[in-house]
Antibody, heavy 119, light 106 residues
């Protein structure tokens, strides 16, 4: 069974930083591109960015480019999202997803970790 | 930036056919997929590559994509199909979601 378990969410002040992690299991992690998708409270889905299987290609939404960085550690079956210069509008539930990189479909979603940016 | 437009809401009676549209410039030249999201749950893929159903998705879900419009059709809609539905496509290495459509079965 595929499992994606996010962690690292919390409350942070505007301008602050946070690092999210995603532990993957149930599939061969380094066979897949991975991505982060967020959902603000009561709002729709927004793709944050994706990373290919070996980390050699990363793409980002314009809204986070230059502030957020996606990385992965295939030896640890883990995906990361480093978020800097956080803004109130970054407040959302952040989902880790299998797929969603290099044109691929999102096959599985984690339950998400909540990030709240507030003073 | 590329945009996908969906109607905010669609209503359907049980047993009838629900149709949810998604429009974008030359969308028919790209692959569209659809996700279902029920309250408090993560999204689930219901249609990919315009018309294909993942394993475990009922046959009452179908999709099409032509011109500027992709369409999700739910035949014989059931109460359990009440959910938010999101279309999605890729444009210039950016994954784009539609704004979502709330399907009400009443």
């Amino acid at each position: 069974e595929v499992q994606l378990v996010e962690s690292g969410g919390g409350v942070v002040r505007p301008g602050g930083s946070l690092r999210l992690s995603c532990a993957a299991s149930g599939f061969k992690f380094d066979d897949y591109g991975m991505s982060w998708v967020r959902q603000a409270p009561g709002k729709g889905l927004e793709w944050v960015g994706g990373i290919n299987w070996n980390g050699g290609r990363k793409d980002y939404a314009d809204s986070v480019k230059g502030r957020f960085t996606i990385s992965r550690d295939n030896a640890k079956n883990s995906l990361y999202l480093q978020m800097n210069s956080l803004r109130a509008e970054d407040t959302a539930l952040y989902h880790c997803a299998r797929g969603g990189a290099e044109g691929g479909i999102i096959v599985n979603w984690g339950q998400g970790t909540l990030v709240t940016v507030a003073s | 930036s590329y945009e996908l437009t969906q109607p905010p809401s669609v209503s359907v009676s049980p047993g009838q056919t629900a149709t949810i549209t998604c429009t974008g410039d030359k969308l028919g030249g790209k692959y569209a997929c659809w996700y279902q999201q029920k309250p408090g749950q993560s999204p689930v893929l219901v249609i990919y590559e315009d018309t294909k159903r993942p394993s475990g998705i009922p046959a009452r879900f179908s999709g099409s994509n032509s011109g500027n419009t992709a369409t999700l059709t739910i035949s014989g809609t059931q109460a359990m199909d009440e959910a938010d539905y999101y279309c999605q496509a890729w444009d210039s290495n950016i994954l784009v979601f539609g704004g979502g459509t709330k399907l009400t079965v009443l």
